[in-house]
Nanobody, 123 residues
Framework: QVQLVEAGGGLVQAGGSLRLSCAAS????????MGWFRQAPGKEREFVAA????????SYADSVKGRFTISRDNAKNTMYLQMNSLKPEDTAVYYC????????????????WGQGTQVTVSS
C-alpha cells in the first residue's frame, strides 16, 4: 500500500507559478499511474492531470492544458505538478492520487490519496 504526501502549496498572485510535489512511500511507485486532482470550496473533486507508470504518457484537463505540466521521478518516488500562469479559478486543495490502471479521470478510479495541499491564487 502506497502512502502519498503533497507539498508546495501556498499563496501566489495571478500569473505566478507554483510547483507541487507528491512524495510516495510504502510501495513500488513505478507500478502506479499517478494523478493530480483539485477541490475548490463547494465543488466536486476534479481531475487535473495524470502521468503513466514510466512518464511516457500524460493527460490534462482542458482547463489547465498548456499551463500545467505533470512529471515524475521514479528514482526519487516523487511526482510533480508545475503550475504556470495561475488564475484565481485555480484556487483549490490539490490532491495527489495513485492507481494501477491508466485512463480514469474520475476520483473513483484512484485507490490511494494524499491529504492535500492548499493553493490560493489572488487576483
Amino acid at each position: 500500500q502506497v502512502q502519498l504526501v503533497e507539498a508546495g502549496g501556498g499563496l501566489v498572485q495571478a500569473g505566478g507559478s507554483l510547483r507541487l510535489s507528491c512524495a510516495a512511500s510504502g510501495g513500488t511507485v513505478s507500478k502506479y499511474v499517478m494523478g493530480w486532482f483539485r477541490q475548490a470550496p463547494g465543488k466536486e473533486r476534479e481531475f487535473v492531470a495524470a502521468i503513466s507508470w514510466s512518464g511516457g504518457s500524460t493527460s490534462y484537463a482542458d482547463s489547465v492544458k498548456g499551463r500545467f505540466t505533470i512529471s515524475r521521478d521514479n528514482a526519487k518516488n516523487t511526482m510533480y505538478l508545475q503550475m504556470n500562469s495561475l488564475k484565481p479559478e485555480d484556487t483549490a486543495v490539490y490532491y495527489c492520487a495513485a492507481t494501477t490502471a491508466w485512463g480514469s479521470r474520475d476520483k473513483s478510479g484512484y485507490d490511494y490519496w494524499g491529504q492535500g495541499t492548499q493553493v490560493t491564487v489572488s487576483s
